[in-house]
Structure formats: structure tokens, C-alpha cells
Nanobody, 124 residues
């Protein structure tokens, strides 16, 4: 089996920073790219950012562009989401995911493997 495990969530004040990590374990996953999504109760899971396997292509949701940075360390098989200037609207459960599709996507249906999620709460 292969698993994605998120970590790094927590409770912070507005304006603070957090770095989320997503570590892949188990058998090798032949994913083409990975991404971060977030979800609040009663809402659909929304795209946050994605990155290709070699880091050559990055894409961000408009709501986080300029504040969040997605990166990967393939030697550690880990993806990161550096979140800066956090706002209360960033409060959500954050999920990492991997896609085996051969085209870039921001849709949840195009991602094959998901982590368990990590809670981020930003207080005002």
C-alpha cells in the first residue's frame, strides 16, 4: 500500500505562518503531480495549489496566490505547503493528494490518492 500523511496543522493568529507537510510512504506511487485542497463543513473540497513531480509547474488558487508556496523534496518523498499571512478565511481541513493523470488538473476527481487531512484554524 501507499499512503499520504499530512502534518503541521494547528491553531494560529491571523498574520502568522504555518508549514504543512505531506509525506508519502509505502510502495512507490507513480503520480504525475500532487496538490493541496481544503474543505470546511458543508462545503465542497476546494483546490489550493498543485505541483508537478519535478517541480517544473506550479499553480495556485487566486485566494492564496502570493501568500502560499507549494514545494516538494523528492529525496524525502514529501510535499510542503508554506502558508504565510494567514487569514481566518484560511481555516479549513487541508488535504494533500496525488494524481496519475497525464494532464494537469485542479479537480478532486482527477486525484487518485488522498491523505487524512490536517486541521488549520486561524483566529482573528
Amino acid at each position: 500500500q501507499v499512503q499520504l500523511v499530512e502534518s503541521g496543522g494547528g491553531l494560529v493568529q491571523a498574520g502568522a505562518s504555518l508549514r504543512l507537510s505531506c509525506a508519502a510512504s509505502g510502495r512507490t506511487f507513480s503520480g504525475e503531480y500532487m496538490g493541496w485542497f481544503r474543505q470546511t463543513p458543508g462545503k465542497e473540497r476546494d483546490f489550493v495549489a498543485r505541483i508537478t513531480w519535478n517541480g517544473g509547474s506550479l499553480h495556485y488558487a487566486d485566494s492564496v496566490k502570493g501568500r502560499f508556496i507549494i514545494s516538494k523534496d523528492n529525496t524525502k518523498n514529501t510535499m510542503y505547503l508554506q502558508m504565510n499571512s494567514l487569514k481566518p478565511d484560511d481555516t479549513a481541513v487541508y488535504y494533500c493528494a496525488a494524481s496519475s493523470k497525464h494532464w494537469l488538473s485542479t479537480r478532486t476527481v482527477d486525484y487518485d490518492l488522498w491523505g487524512q487531512g490536517t486541521q488549520v484554524i486561524v483566529s482573528s
